[in-house]
């Protein structure tokens, strides 16, 4: 088993995350701890993502110290998703990956997925939280590949009317998402 530690500063709303990654022929487990003001309030969250060997999301734990709200999903790995209770989640049928809305390692899913092509754009939908009321919905968003540079790449990102250039790493885990998030170790 091997195990990686990243650690982000949070631009946009003051604070940071620390997160570990930890990897066997299973697949990988993220375990993360974000700190952060929203609307000038403290707010802590902490998650945990299990994904098979091809980054495929199989569950997902979310919980939020301020407002106590947790969410907690598990996958078929084909775009069906389940509560706690194993009851279908009809309204995010489709998604493959999440994203949960104070991390940039929700980005790093869907780089990680493909192999990609310069100038290659692809759609996803993703399972989305926002954190910390703990809404979770579909969105759409996208990537293309702009190419790669010094051992990181770029990737046009949009969502919405949200459009920005994320920097990752060779791994996949961001290194700049410009005003947002950048890496600190």
Same mark, same amino acid.
């Given at each position: ?10 631009? &946009? ?12 022929? #299973? ?11 929203? !609307?000038?309030?403290?707010? !802590? %969250? ?12 199989? #569950? ?7 407002? +106590? ?12 998703? /389940?509560?706690?209770?194993?009851? +279908? ?18 980005? #790093? ?11 290659? !754009? ?12 703990? &809404?979770?919905?579909?969105?759409? $968003? ?15 990102? $949009? ?10 790493? +060779?791994?996949?885990? %961001? ?5 947002? /998030?950048?890496?600190?170790?």
């Amino acid at each position: 088993m091997s195990s990686e530690r990243i650690m982000w500063e949070n631009i &946009e709303d003051f604070g940071c995350e620390y997160l570990n990654i930890s990897r066997d022929e #299973s697949g990988l487990v993220a375990k993360g701890t974000t700190i952060f003001l929203s !609307k000038s309030e403290p707010c !802590k %969250v902490t998650y945990e993502m299990v994904m098979d060997p091809f980054w495929i999301t199989k #569950s997902l734990k979310v919980k939020t110290e301020s407002n +106590e709200k947790a969410i907690e999903i598990n996958s078929d790995g084909q775009g069906k998703w /389940f509560d706690n209770k194993g009851y +279908e989640l009809d309204h995010l049928k489709g998604a493959i990956d999440v994203d949960i809305s104070a991390t940039p390692f929700s980005n #790093s899913l869907p780089i990680n997925r493909h192999t990609w092509n310069k100038s290659q !754009k692809r759609d996803f939908e993703m399972a989305f939280v926002s954190v910390p009321d703990m &809404e979770i919905i579909k969105v759409n $968003q996208s990537y293309t590949f702009l190419g790669d540079q010094n051992h990181s790449r770029t990737f046009f990102y $949009q969502s919405g009317l949200f459009e920005t250039n994320i920097v990752v790493d +060779e791994n996949g885990y %961001v290194l700049d998402y410009p005003g947002i /998030f950048s890496r600190k170790y």
